[in-house]
Each structure stands twice: as C-alpha cells, then as structure tokens.
Nanobody, 122 residues
Framework: VQLQASGGGLVQTGGSLRLSCAAS????????MGWFRQAGGKEREFVAA????????SYADSVKDRFTISRDNAKNTVYLQLTSLKPDDTALYYC????????????????WGQGTQVTVSS
C-alpha cells in the first residue's frame, strides 16, 4: 500500500486548509485511516482517524471541533479539513493506514504516507 499526502501549505492564524491522503496498491475493501502530526522537536501525535464506512471517527482533544476527517471510498482518499488554525497546529502531517475496518489506537499503522507540511503564521 502506498499513501500520498498533499494539501499542506502556509496559512495565517484562523485560516483553513484541506489535506488529502490517497491510498493505492493492495488496500483491500476494509481499511481505516488516520492523521498524525509531528512538530519540530516533539513526538508524533495522533490527530484524527476514520473507519471504513466513514461513520466512525475519532479526534484528539486539541483539534476537536476545528478539524474534520472524511473519506471518499470511490477515490480511496481520506481528507482532513483544518479550520480555525493556530500556530500550535504547525507540524508535518502524516497519514496512516490500518488493515482494519475500524481504527485501533493501540496499534501502529501498517503504512505511513510521506507527510505534508502545515505552517500557521501568527
């Protein structure tokens, strides 16, 4: 499975971005995907995840009510809509893939995308 993340950029505080992560290869029909981020000098942290049907989602408390995860199974693509961005949201955003219908927090992703940079200026 290959993951291609895109959509990052430079935005001002309060702005919005939409990240995309396209999966290709032997994804199968039942998989969950998630987004993580890593700021300079910090550990990678969970941001959001979505199950195979899109009905099951989870978010980190720090982004709840500001970020929205969604998916288009016809395109094998997961999106992360970022709104009300803050400088603390500045990070390299990665997508992850699990061969599972639901996202399991205790499991590491089976695959990672290459990351897309989000920079929020104050």
């Amino acid at each position: 499975v290959q993951l291609q993340a895109s959509g990052g950029g430079l935005v001002q505080t309060g702005g919005s971005l939409r990240l995309s992560c396209a999966a290709s290869g032997r994804t199968g029909s039942s998989y969950a995907m998630g987004w993580f981020r890593q700021a300079g000098g910090k550990e990678r942290e969970f941001v959001a995840a979505i199950g195979k049907s899109g009905g099951s989602t989870s978010y980190a408390d720090s982004v709840k009510d500001r970020f929205t995860i969604s998916r288009d199974n016809a395109k094998n693509t997961v999106y992360l809509q970022l709104t009300s961005l803050k400088p603390d949201d500045t990070a390299l955003y990665y997508c992850g893939f699990q061969h599972s219908g639901y996202w399991y927090q205790a499991r590491a992703p089976n695959y990672w995308g290459q990351g897309t940079q989000v920079t929020v200026s104050s």
